[in-house]
């Protein structure tokens, strides 16, 4: 399927207005999502790896947290590997899940082990095979880890495509696949903490703050909005005049 010259122009548009917000230095490093924060610290593919893990169905910032205190016992898949999972619970509490994501990491770190000498491979397909690691986590070892271009999306970056109205899908695997056939290749590696910061910033997923968006010429979610509508009865009381 052949991208829109209007959609091209749409993804420019918003690339470029979110990397002046964002990223103006256009270096990942800068980041303030928790991957990017370890990356510019460590540049550890295993450190992205594992807080990817600890990141799943939790806020960034408890992600921050629980992966600061693992880390400051646990560097290496070895010591991992070897870790009491009473004692990972302990240091990873403040994200959700911290029992069966304990549970999780030390098994992760025993087959980078067992197949790969305690190296982090660096293509989808082995990174896929790894347990408990799904498409999200595979892409974002591969782009905060080794700087490879993919697109992971999880739920802001999922919420974000929809409602600008470059997808139109119903699940996150969904819409990654979409934006890597219409997204020039040349913007996926900013594309996931681009739409992360800017959906916790103003496209939240309650209370958004559509006024202060540049966008809502062309949002798909603007028009349904209370500002919408307000704009839209001025208009008309204007016109009426």
């Not at 490093?29 to 990817?52: R, Y």
């Not at 898949?77 to 304990?102: C, N, S, T």
């Amino acid at each position: 399927m052949t991208t829109s010259a209007s959609t091209r122009k749409r993804i420019g548009i918003i690339v470029r207005d979110l990397s002046r917000r964002y990223l103006p230095e256009g270096d990942l490093h800068a980041g303030e999502t928790a991957l990017a924060k370890i990356v510019a610290e460590t540049e550890d593919p295993f450190k992205v790896l594992i807080s990817t893990i600890l990141s799943q169905r939790t806020r960034d910032e408890m992600t921050e947290i629980a992966s600061r205190q693992l880390f400051s016992k646990y560097e290496t898949p070895a010591e991992l590997a070897a870790a009491d999972a009473g004692d990972v619970e302990r240091l990873i509490k403040p994200v959700g899940f911290y029992r069966q994501k304990a549970r999780q990491i030390v098994s992760v770190s025993r087959t980078l082990l067992d197949r790969y000498q305690g190296t982090v491979p660096r293509t989808y397909e082995e990174l896929i095979e790894l347990p408990q690691v799904g498409p999200k986590t595979a892409n974002c070892v591969l782009v905060y880890g080794f700087g490879v271009p993919r697109i992971p999306t999880d739920t802001h970056v999922h919420r974000v495509s929809n409602r600008l109205g470059l997808v139109r899908t119903k699940t996150p695997e969904a819409t990654e696949r979409r934006l890597m056939r219409i997204v020039p290749k040349e913007y996926w590696l900013h594309i996931n903490e681009l739409f992360i910061r800017f959906g916790k910033d103003l496209c939240r997923p309650i209370g958004p703050r559509c006024p202060q968006c540049s966008f809502t010429s062309f949002c798909r979610f603007y028009p349904r909005t209370k500002w919408s509508r307000d704009a839209r009865r001025r208009r008309d009381k204007t016109a009426r005049r």
